[in-house]
């Protein structure tokens, strides 16, 4: 290890982290048959990063729906197509907003804190305990929550779209003034179930996968200090958020 | 213990039960799935010269009210025409059968739309009915293209241009927008 350091520098470094991530996805997936006999702890991991997020996902995305609406009024009106505001904020809602702000907070609600707990068993040897009992920290502690992300994640897109829709409605029918049939009917003459829709939770099932398997890599290989648990709740948000946005552009390039 | 496994257990069905009820509703409510509640309807069926951008399940409305939508479009290979089959709610059975039909845009932006306006004929539309009176679609393209051509000579004072040399050039657009723009 210390004879390679020193020349790659940062380049082999990130290679190297990107590898053993990659390392560490196949092993997680080769234990997830055997967690699925731990499967309340994976019941128990959606109740803690699904159900738990479920007040800041419909909270921010009221308050995203509410601002697209607005935003989108006043550069409709410019057009004089305001008509087509129920169109233009479900688009982007369905194909981008809804997972990619889902995604972001989920990082940051829930991918901390399953790196923290990670670490911290870490630290304190739990991990090294349980292999010592024969209970596989993968299939254990892994697995679950890396399950967990990729079920919890779709669905609390659905939340945030929905709670998007409303509060567009919200400001675009009950406060602008729009009319409540032009609103509905513009929407549903030009979005796709298929193309939009399910695209869209394609690409939270997508982003649930990254951003709890670096979630959970964090925890897993963090440094056993405090120091270090605290450096892996960064990189967690760090990481997530960088991936989910460059995957986000290519799974968009694709799905078009 | 065992009372508190139960009761987030009970927490993550009622949030995934949650997730896919919102998922249902943004699928059938909010998409072209919520036109489609295929009613009972009957179909009529009208030629045009020219359809712009109507597009299938596209709206078909009466004095502005949605009656009905668009089922098919297709070319006639024999008359190079397009065939535009509508389906028409069965509540809306009181149709004069000399009613015109015409394709519209709602506003600037907006998807266009099949309008019919009601003739009045005694008898009304049976089932597979054919439209005689139809309009094409508006293209905007042809009405700025007409607009700038009949504009063009309005304006000599164009270098040394002459009239007949912009017209084998068929570029006065270029030239000229600054001074036929009523819009601004």
Redesign the interface.
């Known amino acids: 290890m210390s004879s390679v350091r020193r020349p790659p520098s940062m380049i082999g470094d990130a290679l190297a982290q990107v590898g053993a991530c990659g390392l560490f996805l196949l092993q997680v997936l080769a234990a997830v048959p055997k967690s699925l006999r731990h499967f309340?702890e994976t019941?128990?991991q959606?109740?803690f990063t699904?159900?738990m997020s479920?007040v800041i996902i419909m909270t921010c995305g009221l308050f995203v729906g509410m601002v697209l609406g607005l935003q989108l009024y006043y550069v409709?009106s410019i057009?004089?197509?305001t008509?087509?505001l129920g169109t233009v904020v479900?688009l982007s809602l369905?194909r981008e907003l809804g997972p990619v702000v889902t995604a972001l907070l989920f990082a940051g609600r829930a991918g901390t804190s399953i790196t923290a707990e990670i670490g911290l068993m870490r630290a304190t040897d739990q991990l090294a305990a349980m292999e010592m009992m024969a209970v596989d920290p993968l299939a254990y502690v892994a697995a679950p929550r890396f399950l967990a992300g990729i079920?919890?994640m779709?669905?609390?897109a659905?939340?945030f779209?929905?709670l998007g829709?409303f509060g567009a409605h919200l400001v675009g029918v009950s406060w602008l003034g729009l009319d409540n049939g032009t609103f509905?009917?513009?929407?549903?003459?030009?979005?796709?179930?298929w193309k939009?829709?399910?695209n869209g939770?394609w690409k939270s099932v997508a982003f649930g996968a990254v951003v709890s398997l670096i979630a959970v890599y964090q925890g897993y290989t963090t440094p056993p200090t405090s120091e270090g648990v605290a450096y892996a709740t960064t990189r967690t948000v760090v990481f997530s958020s960088i991936v989910v946005l460059a995957l986000d552009f290519v799974m968009t390039a694709f799905l078009m | 213990m065992t009372q508190q496994r139960r009761s987030y257990q009970i927490g993550t069905g009622l949030f995934i039960l949650l997730g896919f009820a919102a998922l249902a509703y943004l699928a059938t409510q909010t998409t072209s799935v919520a036109n489609f509640h295929q009613g009972d309807s009957y179909v009529l069926k009208a030629r045009f010269t020219n359809i712009g951008q109507l597009k299938l399940r596209a709206p078909v409305k009466m004095a502005g009210v949605r009656i009905g939508s668009v089922e098919s479009i297709a070319l006639d290979p024999a008359k190079l025409d397009a065939i535009v089959r509508i389906s028409i709610d069965k509540h809306y059975a009181e149709i004069p059968d000399d009613s015109a039909a015409a394709i519209f845009t709602s506003g600037l932006l907006g998807d266009q739309y099949v309008g019919v306006q009601p003739g009045g004929s005694p008898d009304m539309f049976k089932d597979g009915g054919e439209f005689v009176l139809t309009q094409s679609s508006m293209q905007l393209e042809d009405l700025i293209g007409k607009f700038l051509v009949n504009g063009s000579p309005q304006k000599p004072a164009n270098g040394s241009a002459a009239p007949e040399d912009k017209a084998a050039e068929e570029k006065p657009p270029a030239t000229n927008p600054p001074a036929s723009e009523p819009r601004h």
Not at chain 1, 184 to 193: A, G, Q
């Open positions: 309340r019941v128990r959606i109740w699904g159900a479920l409709l057009f004089g197509g008509a087509a479900s369905y079920v919890a779709p669905l609390l659905c939340v779209n929905a829709i509905w009917s513009n929407m549903t003459s030009s979005v796709d179930v939009d829709v399910v939770v």
